[in-house]
């Protein structure tokens, strides 16, 4: 049974910083590429970054380039998001998902965490 569980979520003041992380188990890790994607009341959920199996090939939103970044570590079955310089909009659920390669297009997932939020106060 695969399982994603992501934490490090919370409250923080705008210009802070958050790093969230996502266990996986029941799956051969290294073999999924991973992604982060963030959901707000109302709206799509929306690609916010993903990473090769290996971890050699990136992709964000433009909306997060500079300012989000997304590594993993295969030994502990983890992926992480680190969040700097947050904003207000950065406020949303955020959830990680496992697939078979890098997409924008939730579709295009597998397995998904319960998510996560981060409220990100002016």
Known sequence: ??????????????GGSL????????????????????QTPGKEREFVAGISGSGLTTVYADSVKGQFTITRDNA??????????LKPEDTAVYYCAAGARISVVTNEYLYWGQGTQVTVSS
């Open 1 to 14: 049974q695969v399982q994603l569980v992501e934490s490090g979520g919370g409250l923080v003041q705008a």
């Open 76 to 85: 502990v079955n983890t992926v992480y998001l680190q969040m700097n310089t």
């Open 19 to 38: 790093r969230l992380s996502c266990a996986a188990t029941g799956l051969t890790f290294r073999s999924y590429a991973m992604g982060w994607f963030r």
